[in-house]
């Protein structure tokens, strides 16, 4: 059916309030294993790319005029009884009891749709229904996440009494012997990993996800390995991303089962170390595909800038990194290129994008040609296919891109589906590259949804206030980029120093990052510190203030409300100047503090259980407030 009327203009959509949040795959099929996948990957992939070009088809003069947008946060469950901490592998059970969506009975905050995780200690929540975009939408957020919290924590109760809810980017442990409730052992030998530190039970078990990981590993013809710089590196011993690239295949053929093969890393030889880490995302819901793309350029900046922001990923597998944020290890332990692609696929599937993709607008074909500077393979016939049938080549080329990678949960019923109507092969390829911000077209050609984009990058947060901070300071930028047209596209090389920069320590106050001398697009790019490029003079921040107070000025939105997204930027802007610490320094200053660490690198079971216990009782209500960690509480200061 055609969306425009006898006049020619777009019909404006209302969308569903309860359509924003997709579902998860639940379904209890088993995908093929590689050993049959592999024979259907070509077809698989012609097919997403005409399923995708039947959604472009169906909905690109869509205008959507309910703009709707929400969050989903990663959340552990962790066993704290006795003197131990471990991850409590209950999810299953969790989820079951809470059931895929629920509501506070008194109305009294937003209710939560309720997700299966990678982990089996793993739960996601998602705002359900999504919020609208009035600026005071942003006063439900926090209630949401601090209801939501203690919704899953009283469930867990129940399975386990002495199960917590903490929000950790990474449990300290992972991979450390004894570190799972029930106790599990690792299975070199097995058929899913084949880790020799992490059992597999830790992976949830839906039949997607074991399947998943077993296809992972025998694409890439060997099991994963990421290698993380320990504490204290010396700078020549730290390895550079081609070494790190080729040593599981160099480590399979000498037959290594060591648990930390090469000095002065931390060894992480399952998907489970990157795909068991918590993270904060965000999903805004477009006008149209013209601003969900000019949204997912401005994003492919700001991810690296709020990732180092909130970087909470100090301890890896019972040690201390040198790196602050979970990412390395989920970029690295979710690299599944065979050998041979090594040189050509410039970088694992759960790197950041690779290429910007402009608004389809012939005047900004060659700013955006000019900014994608890195060479990129591409999937040949989806280029011809999509670029016949009329999509602008950024576009073809972004598509294209993305079914370089393999299709790795394939479905025997579903080979066959109708184009025309089904997207799962696509849904599929889109739903596996992880990058840190995924444009995500309407999930089917008759779908309610439309133009979405989603904020992947930051680390979660400690507290229920952190994580409404990063979302709602990064709703508020969507709409103000959106408003005054800023241009912070930059060369994608240049966006690749500032994701590598993002992850070292310290980051936030001390790093330095590519970034134009004008929001507007003015000006040279330059290496700027955050606090520059958030603070200084027509900076990120001080253009967000004076916009929201040209919206108060006409009633737009609440002081209530402006002085809240006040509070949550000056959280940015403390972290930026060094005057607060991110989670990830406040972490190592709480390790160096603690009794039973001997300042050798390596995590206290004492340490790692009485940092749990803190991270499930600061959220409660009547904590005192984590000064040490936030700042002043809201309202007491500046």
């Known amino acids: 059916s055609s969306h ?18 997709e579902t998860k795959i639940t379904d209890v099929r088993v995908p093929l294993p590689w050993e049959q996948a592999v024979a259907h990957r070509d077809a698989a992939k012609n097919k997403a790319a005409r399923q995708f070009l039947a959604i472009w088809q ?35 059970e969790v989820l079951r009891r809470l059931g895929t969506a629920s509501a506070p009975a008194d109305g009294s905050a937003v209710g939560s749709g309720w997700r299966t995780e990678y982990g089996n200690m793993m739960v996601e929540g998602v705002t359900e229904p999504p919020f609208a975009w009035a600026i005071d939408e942003i006063l439900r957020l926090e209630p949401a996440l601090a209801w939501r919290r203690r919704e899953v924590e009283r469930v867990a109760r129940e399975v386990g009494e002495s199960v917590r809810v903490v929000t950790l980017a990474a449990f300290p442990l992972l991979g450390v012997p004894g570190c799972t409730a029930p106790p ?71 037959g290594s089962q060591e648990r930390d093969p090469v000095p002065g890393h931390i060894y992480l030889d399952s998907q489970a170390f990157g795909a068991c880490q918590c993270c904060m995302q965000a999903t805004f819901l477009a006008r149209n595909i013209e601003e969900a793309r000019y ?74 040609g000019a900014a994608n500077d890195v060479e990129v393979p591409v999937h040949a016939p989806a280029v011809g296919l999509l670029t016949e049938a009329g999509v602008d080549p950024l576009l073809s080329r972004h598509v294209a891109h993305t079914l370089v990678r393999d299709p790795l949960v394939i479905f025997e019923d579903r080979l066959d589906i109708d184009d025309a109507k089904d997207a799962d092969h ?52 969507a709409e103000v980029m959106v408003e005054e047209r800023w241009d912070l596209v930059i060369p994608v090389s240049l966006s690749d120093q500032n994701d590598a920069a993002s992850a070292e320590r310290c980051a936030a106050s001390r790093g330095r990052f590519w970034f134009r001398e004008s929001v507007l697009g003015g000006g040279a790019v330059q290496q ?20 929201l107070a040209r919206r108060r000025e006409v009633g737009a939105c609440s002081a209530e409300a402006v002085e809240r997204l006040g ?16 989670p990830a320094s406040f972490l190592r200053e709480r390790l160096r503090r603690h009794p039973a660490y001997q300042g050798d690198g390596e995590l206290p079971i004492a340490f790692v259980h009485d940092l749990c216990k803190f991270a499930s009782a600061v959220n409660a209500p009547g904590h005192p407030w984590p000064e040490e960690l936030l700042g002043p509480p809201p309202g007491a200061s500046g």
């Open 4 to 21: 425009f009327g006898s006049s020619g203009h777009p019909r404006r959509r209302s969308v569903a309030r309860r359509a924003m949040p």
């Open 58 to 92: 169906e909905h690109k003069g869509r205008q959507d005029s309910e703009l709707l947008w929400g969050e989903e946060v990663e959340y552990f469950l962790v066993d704290v009884g006795g003197e131990s901490a471990r991850v409590a592998l209950c999810a299953d």
């Open 184 to 254: 599990a052992e690792p299975a070199p030998t097995g058929e899913v990993s084949q880790s020799v530190l992490c059992p597999d039970e830790a992976t949830s078990p839906h039949p997607r996800y074991q399947t998943f990981t077993a296809n992972y590993r025998k694409r890439k013809s060997c099991k994963v390995g990421a290698f993380i710089p320990r504490d204290g590196i010396a700078e020549g011993q730290r390895l550079g991303p081609d070494e790190v690239a080729k040593l599981p295949f160099d480590l399979a053929r000498r």
């Open 295 to 368: 949204l997912t350029d401005q994003f492919l900046v700001l991810a690296p800038l709020f990732l180092a922001l909130t970087a909470a990923t100090p301890f890896l597998r019972g040690l201390v990194a040198e790196t602050d944020t979970r990412w390395p290890a989920f970029q690295q332990s979710w690299d599944d290129r065979c050998e041979e692609e090594l040189g050509r696929v410039r970088n694992s599937r759960t790197s950041p994008c690779d290429l910007f993709i402009g608004e389809g607008l012939a005047k900004d074909a060659a700013a955006e």
């Open 426 to 477: 696509w849904d599929q390829l889109l739903g596996t590259n992880w990058g840190n911000v995924r444009f995500k077209p309407p999930p089917r050609v008759d779908s309610g949804i439309g133009w979405r984009v989603e904020f992947r990058s930051p680390d979660v947060q400690l507290t229920d206030f952190e994580n409404a901070a990063v979302v709602a300071v990064v709703r508020l930028l």
């Open 528 to 547: 700027r510190s955050l606090q520059d490029i958030f603070s200084g003079e027509g900076g990120v921040f001080p253009r967000c203030r004076a916009w």
């Open 567 to 582: 509070s949550y930027m000056r959280l940015f802007e403390r972290r930026a100047e060094g005057s607060l610490p991110t």
